[in-house]
């Protein structure tokens, strides 16, 4: 069974810096892209980037790009979310999620959210 | 990059069918066959409903069908029920700045 399992709810500070983790199982890991996926509260899905974690090529959406740096541990089957700054507006649930055909979201991680107070 | 349009809200009364349209332009719903839909209920992940315009993942109920016509997708659930209350999305490949596009969402209630 694929399997994409994230990092528990965050609550950081304005200016903080932040990774997110995502597991996968179940599936050849390096086989399959990874995308990570915004919501903000009460708002639709934004694609933010996707990694290829066999040898970490990345794109990005220029709305992020800059922002955060997605990466990926292919020993440990695992891809980050990462912020060197955060900032309130970055409030939001983040999902991973495992690519199929087309570049299109299949497995869906549970979700980490993301609450950034001072 | 411009999300899909998708109706804000659809609503109907349970056994009925209701249709819920994407619309893109002929750089992504209407020139590949890679649009999927999503189910979210509230405080749930996004769930894979139909890829690749008209496919059902195993486990997904025969109810759900997914179709397109030129620049717009569309999903359609018969035999409406409860349980299928909830958001939906579309996705597209797109050939623009990012691979993957998603639809504003739509909210579907069941009377």
């Known amino acids: 069974e694929v399997q994409l399992v994230q990092s528990g709810a965050e609550v950081k500070k304005p200016g903080e810096s932040l990774r997110i983790s995502c597991k996968g199982s179940g599936y050849s890991f390096t086989s399959y892209w990874i995308s990570w996926v915004r919501q903000m509260p009460g708002k639709g899905l934004e694609w933010m980037g996707r990694i290829d974690p066999s040898d970490s090529y990345t794109n990005y959406s220029p709305s992020f790009q800059g922002h955060v740096t997605i990466s990926a541990d292919k020993s440990i089957s695992t891809a980050y979310l990462q912020w060197s700054s955060l900032k309130a507006s970055d409030t939001a649930m983040y999902y991973c999620a495992r690519l199929g055909g087309g570049s299109a979201p299949y497995y869906w991680g549970q979700g980490t959210l993301v609450t950034v107070s001072s | 990059q411009s999300a899909l349009t998708q109706p804000a809200s659809v609503s109907g009364s349970p056994g009925q069918s209701i249709t819920i349209s994407c619309t893109g332009t002929s750089s992504d719903v209407g020139g590949y066959n890679y649009v999927s839909w999503y189910q979210q209920h509230p405080g749930k992940a996004p769930k894979l409903m139909i890829y690749?315009?008209?496919n059902r993942p195993s486990g997904v109920s025969n109810r759900f069908s997914g179709s397109k016509s030129g620049n717009t997708a569309s999903l359609t659930i018969s035999g409406l029920q409860a349980e299928d209350e909830a958001d939906y999305y579309c996705?597209?490949?797109?050939?623009?700045?990012?691979?993957?596009?998603f639809g504003g969402g739509t909210k579907l209630t069941v009377l």
């Open positions: 690749e315009v008209s």
């Open positions: 996705s597209s490949y797109t050939t623009s700045s990012t691979p993957t596009v």
